[in-house]
């Protein structure tokens, strides 16, 4: 169903979304349930699991390995060069010299595996953390304006996109962008699925129409889990062209602030996600012009406003 915010009506949801980011605003709480909800199964991670950062040596596709040479994990083993099994998505992402993070996961019959793999060069994680600190003071100078209308610029980020590389909201500028959140875990087949299919149909309908300069973004609300390996496996599975069509994750720190200044609701109950679907048009100037809730959008109707603009 359609839902149209004013600054008068956002303080219900300020407070849902002011409480994720350790705000008092001193008024109501609502539940996500108001809103469409996602609700994720918890997920068990029985094995044993460390934290690892080192250097990419060697990859080898045919195998599914990965040679690292990582450095000193405290109380468990002493820096050394192994072989690791890895995602295939995450092989087709990395480069020898490549700096990364990842979970050593000791698997069962004594296999030796990465998971959660990120890239962990200075540069990234420079670009990465000062996007995050000016998006973070953003939404604290906005106060109780944090809520972005339709009409307003849309709030600049730099994340991380499918293939590993360093994305800022100002690299879509000139074109006109359609911006939604999803999660990759998703279960249930009206909520991200059936948002992720709306985008589709619309990348389809856009070229059919002959409309040029069309960027669609989709952004996790899942980002301890959706790596830029596993959004890039994400896409593959399911066939997606992604010459116009971008998945970005980076620190849940940034997420929040987004989905703070985009109105929508995403809380973490245990092992649970809850949250909303919103999906946004933004003009090549960078300003909101359009949004639909939900995921029962029809892409003619964004057709017909970037048409217009």
């Known amino acids: 169903m359609k839902r ?22 001193g008024c109501g709480r609502q539940s996500a349930s108001a809103a469409s909800t996602q609700i994720a199964a918890p997920v068990k991670l029985a094995e ?13 596709p045919a195998r599914r390995t990965l040679l690292v040479a990582h450095d000193k994990i405290e109380g468990f083993m002493p820096a050394m060069t192994m072989e690791f099994t890895v995602p295939k998505a995450d092989l087709a ?16 019959g004594g296999e030796w595996r990465l998971e959660k793999i990120w890239p962990d060069d200075r540069q990234t994680n420079q670009l990465i953390d000062a996007a995050t600190k000016a998006l973070a003071q953003d939404t604290a100078m906005r106060g109780r304006e944090v809520y972005r209308e339709i009409g307003e610029t849309a709030p600049d980020f730099t994340l991380l996109d499918q293939e590993g590389r360093t994305v800022a909201l100002s690299r879509f500028r000139g074109k006109q962008v359609v911006l939604n959140f999803i999660f990759t875990r998703c279960p249930i087949a009206t909520m991200c699925p059936a948002a992720t299919e709306r985008m589709i149909a619309l990348q389809k309908a856009a070229r059919e129409a002959g409309l040029a300069g069309l960027e669609l973004v989709s952004i996790s609300l899942d980002p301890e889990y959706d790596t830029p390996g596993v959004l890039k496996d994400y896409a593959g599975v399911r066939g997606i062209d992604t010459a116009n069509f971008t998945f970005l994750t980076g620190p849940d720190a940034a997420v929040r602030q987004l989905l703070a200044q985009l109105g929508v609701i995403r809380e973490f109950e245990g092992g649970t996600i809850k949250h909303s679907l919103a999906t946004l048009l933004i003009d090549a100037q960078g300003k909101i012009i359009h949004r639909e809730d939900g995921s029962v959008w029809k892409p003619e109707e964004f057709i017909r406003r970037m048409k217009k603009i």
Request: glycine share 14%; no cysteine.
């Open 48 to 60: 044993p699991r460390h934290p690892l950062t080192g250097e990419v040596v060697k990859i080898d």
């Open 93 to 108: 992402i990395l480069q020898p010299g490549q700096r990364i993070r990842a979970e050593l996961v000791e698997g069962k």
């Open 4 to 25: 149209i915010y004013s600054r008068a009506g956002q303080a219900v949801l300020l407070g849902l979304i002011g409480t994720a980011l350790g705000w008092s605003p």
